[in-house]
């Protein structure tokens, strides 16, 4: 027996001089104590590792509050986010970070408490200027406090997160030709989801023009955040013009819509209709001016002379001839002349009352002066009249039925009525119901995942079946494998003694690897591989005894 034991080759061991890692760590898991702590130190592993998968999962994703602080502005939002117990830290780049659930709270937080302190700016720029500064770098100071200023007023709007304002003023001179007119150049950050209307893009323009002295609207040049401009182009380039005329024509077509649909929704329905209106307006301006002159003019003034006879038949010469004296003077009398007053006639003689007639007259010179009659009419066509008119309108059929042609007739009628149709014109009114495909859906809410207590929950609960799934899936077997290896051991002890009465040399009897080896079962084993074994379980249960029972068997062999 002595000489089976010693004839047993060594495992584990290499032929080579260094030995395999592999197989040295394959022996040191392969140690009694190492297998019995090995359960528990993989489950503490699972555990430090749930616990760091919680740790990192309800962590919240982490944003710059303020980026670009002074030391002074950090302690100051730092100390009271801490007074708040708003979490915070500070990342690589030396910038606050707060949690996104926090972000909005510790802004309004900060602002409430005028934090952090902003460079002083506007006005009080000016009260910090020293003796004795030259007058460029007091313009500049000067130009510098106006730009803050503009860009605070501008900031009060609503739709306005931030403004910067650049003013470009020329330096005066006493050259009128070399006068230049000051420009604004206004870049504005707006508030996410926001839009300034075309009234508030005026306004800003107004308020920086007014603001310059000598500044003109058309100067000021408006563009956002994201390079839009947002102020219209009035240089005679065009483009203010043809907003303005796509202007005009919106505007008829919504006027022509609202009339459509105010007048069919308590006819059918709110819902039931749909109305496109496709307006061809008459964008050109006009402007004709035109004189005319009357063919017969009137007579200003006129100057000249005739000759001619004696009066005719009611002028005769009377009397007794040759009594010149003694005799009254003829009376005198008043003539009009016919053409430019009276003219006294030659050789003393007067001018017959009356108008003069052209038998009268021997001859006559005048010079005359004529007023041209002059018409001036100035007519000017605006834009905005309608040339053309097309509205289409879909009604929807009722649940039950459908309408009439003689209902679709009146609507027409009504239609045209409402939009004013002129055949002249060629105006095109098409009206036709039908089956919608869909019922118009209500005013959109925002759906419930969109809320903002939705990624909270799903971090914590991700996080929360981790630890779960660590603990059912690795912890739980685990502890079942110990368990069931400390049941074993006692039930392979019973089953070594529940038949002691049984022979164990016998060819038959099972060999139970957990039950205690003596010598005896060592003899009486027959199969080599079997009696490894036993000799194997038995020098790792009981050490001691298998070193007292080599010495036994190797003092028996040297008294033999």
């Known amino acids: 027996m002595a000489t089976q034991l010693a004839n047993i080759p060594a495992t584990g061991t290499p032929a080579t001089g260094f030995a395999n890692p592999l197989v040295q760590a394959r022996g040191f898991l392969s140690q009694p104590a190492v297998k019995r702590a090995l359960p528990m130190i993989f489950m503490v592993g699972l555990i430090a590792a749930a616990a760091l998968a919680w740790a990192t999962m309800r962590t919240p994703p982490q944003k710059v509050l303020f980026p670009g602080l002074g030391d002074a502005d950090k302690a100051a939002v730092m100390q009271a986010l801490d007074t708040a117990n708003i979490d915070n830290a500070v990342d690589d780049t030396g910038s606050i970070t707060v949690g996104d659930d926090d972000y909005h ?54 739709a306005v997160a931030e403004a910067r304002v650049h003013l470009a003023t020329p330096e005066s001179t006493v050259f009128v030709r070399d006068q230049a007119a000051p420009t604004a150049s206004v870049v504005l950050k707006l508030q996410p989801g926001r839009a300034l209307s075309d009234a508030q893009t005026r306004s800003i323009v107004n308020l920086v023009a007014a603001s310059v002295p000598g500044m003109k609207p058309d100067a000021v040049t408006i563009v956002d955040q994201m390079g839009t401009l947002l102020s219209k182009s009035t240089d005679g380039s065009g483009g203010g013009e043809s907003d303005k005329r796509i202007e005009i024509q919106r505007r008829v077509e919504e006027k022509v819509r609202a009339q459509i649909a105010q007048l069919l929704t308590p006819l059918v329905g709110a819902g039931n209709f749909t109305a496109e209106v496709q307006a061809d307006v008459n964008l050109d301006e006009t402007q004709a001016t035109r004189e005319s002159y009357e063919k017969q003019g009137t007579v200003r003034a006129e100057q000249g002379s005739w000759t001619g006879n004696q009066p005719g038949a009611g002028g005769q010469p009377g009397g007794i001839p040759g009594a010149l004296s003694n005799t009254a003077p003829a009376a005198s009398t008043l003539a009009t002349p016919a053409t430019g007053g009276a003219q006294p006639a030659p050789n003393g003689q007067t001018t017959p009352a009356g108008p003069v007639t052209d038998a009268m007259k021997q001859s006559d010179s005048f010079a005359r002066s004529y007023d041209l009659g002059k018409e001036i009419s100035v007519s000017r066509s605006a834009p ?3 040339k053309r008119l097309s509205v289409a309108v879909l009604l929807r059929d009722p649940d039950k039925g459908r309408r009439t042609a003689m209902e679709i007739q009146q609507i027409t009628g009504l239609v045209q009525a409402a939009v004013g149709f002129n055949a002249q014109r060629q105006d095109q009114v098409n009206v036709i119901s039908k089956k919608f495909s869909s019922p ?15 990624p909270m929950v799903l971090r914590n609960a991700t996080a929360l079946v981790i630890a779960l799934l660590v603990l059912l899936l690795g912890v739980r077997p685990l502890a079942k494998a110990l368990m069931k290896k400390r049941d074993d051991a006692p039930a392979g ?43 194997r379980g038995f020098t790792r249960e009981n050490p001691a005894r298998a070193a007292l029972a080599v010495r036994d068997m190797i003092k028996a062999g040297d008294g033999q």
């Open 105 to 158: 709270k510790a802004r309004m937080l900060l602002a409430g408490q005028d934090l952090p302190k902003a460079a002083p700016g506007g006005y009080a720029l000016l009260d910090q200027l020293p003796m004795g500064v030259s007058r460029a770098v007091e313009g500049e100071r000067v130009k510098q406090a106006r730009e803050t200023e503009i860009a605070r007023s501008i900031q009060e709007l609503d």
């Open 384 to 386: 905005g009249e309608i």
């Open 440 to 454: 118009l859906d209500a005013a959109a809410e925002p759906a419930w995942y969109q809320a903002e207590w939705v």
């Open 493 to 535: 002890a019973r089953l070594a003694f529940a038949n002691p009465n049984a022979d164990p040399r016998s060819p038959g009897a099972p060999i139970d690897p957990n039950a205690p080896v003596s010598i005896e079962m060592l003899d009486s084993t027959r199969n080599y591989d079997d009696r490894v074994g036993l000799v």
